[in-house]
C-alpha cells in the first residue's frame, strides 16, 4: 500500500506538476475512501427501504427549489428555509424503524464483515425461481378448491424486516405442502400473514398495516386490506385467498387485482423475477460450455 502511494506521488509531482493541484497525504486519500464508503452504504441502505421513493421525492422538491433560487422567487425560498428544521424532525420521526435496524447493523459482524470484504458489487436482493412460482401457483388454488384463507407477502427489493419480527421465524424452503400446512384452521401459524423472501418462508402470523384508503369497497375483509395496506408502503406483491368464496387476488402498488386463474397469478408473480446479471450469464455459459466439451470427450471415448 504505501508502495504504490509512493508511485502515485512520484507520478503526480513529476508529471501533473504543472496542473497545480491540491496538497494531498495519505491522511486524505484515506479520509476520501471513507467518506466514499459510508455515502455508499448510506445510499445501498436507502435503496432497500421506503426511504428510497422519499429520497426521490425529495429530488424533485429540491428542483423546484432550485427553480426558485435562479429566478428569485423569495416566497418560495423563505417558506424552503423555514421548513428545514421541521422537515428533518418529521424525517426522524417517520423513518424511526428503519433508522433503529440500521444503528443495529452497525455492531453486527456481518456488516463488519462486509466492510472488509469490500464486496460492492453483490446483489443481495433474493429473486423468486420458477419453481417457487409453480409452487405458489399450486397452493393457491388447492387452498381455493376448499376456501382457506391465506395471506402470502412476496418481499422484492424492500427489505420487510419491521414486519418479519412481528411474526414466527420459519426460514423454510417454499413448497405447496408447507403453505397448506400453515394456512390449515385451527393450526399455530395458519392466523396472520407469511412473508417470502426469495424461495424461502421466513416468518409467519406477521402483523400487516390495515389500507385507511376509503375508496375501497366495504366488502373487503381485514385480509384484503391488509394486502392493500402493505402494498402501499413497499414494492412487495401479496397474494391473497378468500376464506368466503376462495376467489384468488393479488395486491400490488396500492391496488388490488381480484379473482384471477392461474394463469393470471402466474403472470404476476413473474413480474418479480429479476434479470440475471451479465457475469453471472456468462459463468453459466461457461459451465455449460465445459460440460458439453466433456460429455464430448467421454463420447468419443
Request: aromatic share 8%; charged share 25%.
Amino acid at each position: 500500500m504505501e508502495h504504490m502511494l509512493s508511485m502515485f506521488f512520484t507520478f503526480k509531482d513529476k508529471y501533473l506538476a504543472w496542473m497545480d493541484l491540491p496538497v494531498m497525504t495519505v491522511i486524505d486519500i484515506v479520509e476520501i475512501v471513507i467518506i466514499a464508503f459510508l455515502f455508499y452504504t448510506i445510499l445501498v441502505w436507502i435503496k432497500s427501504t421506503r426511504a428510497w421513493n422519499l429520497l426521490k421525492g425529495l429530488m424533485v422538491i429540491l428542483v423546484f427549489v432550485f427553480m426558485a433560487a435562479v429566478f428569485q422567487m423569495n416566497t418560495i425560498l423563505w417558506l424552503a428555509k423555514n421548513t428545514i428544521d421541521v422537515g428533518i424532525t418529521a424525517l426522524v420521526i417517520i423513518f424511526q424503524p428503519e433508522l433503529r435496524r440500521a444503528l443495529e447493523q452497525l455492531g453486527r459482524k456481518n456488516f463488519l464483515r462486509g466492510i472488509a470484504s469490500f464486496d460492492f458489487g453483490k446483489n443481495e436482493v433474493e429473486t423468486i425461481s420458477n419453481k417457487t412460482i409453480n409452487e405458489l401457483v399450486r397452493a393457491c388454488f388447492e387452498m381455493s378448491k376448499v376456501k382457506t384463507g391465506a395471506l402470502i407477502v412476496i418481499e422484492d427489493s424492500v427489505v420487510l424486516s419491521e414486519y418479519e419480527r412481528t411474526g414466527i421465524a420459519v426460514d423454510a424452503i417454499l413448497t405447496n405442502q408447507l403453505l397448506i400446512n400453515i394456512f390449515e384452521k385451527n393450526t399455530p401459524l395458519h392466523d396472520g400473514a407469511i412473508i417470502v423472501r426469495g424461495d424461502r418462508v421466513v416468518s409467519a402470523t406477521c402483523y400487516l398495516p390495515l389500507s385507511d384508503n376509503m375508496e375501497l369497497s366495504k366488502e373487503l375483509g381485514t385480509r384484503h386490506r391488509a394486502a392493500i395496506g402493505i402494498s402501499e408502503v413497499s414494492d412487495s406483491l401479496t397474494i391473497v385467498v378468500s376464506e368466503e368464496n376462495g376467489a384468488v387476488s393479488v395486491a400490488l402498488k396500492g391496488e388490488l387485482i381480484r379473482r384471477l386463474d392461474q394463469e393470471g397469478l402466474r403472470h404476476y408473480l413473474k413480474l418479480l423475477q429479476k434479470c440475471e446479471p451479465d457475469n453471472k450469464r456468462k459463468g453459466l455459459l461457461k459451465r455449460r460450455l465445459k460440460n458439453a466439451k466433456q460429455d464430448s470427450q467421454m463420447d468419443y471415448k
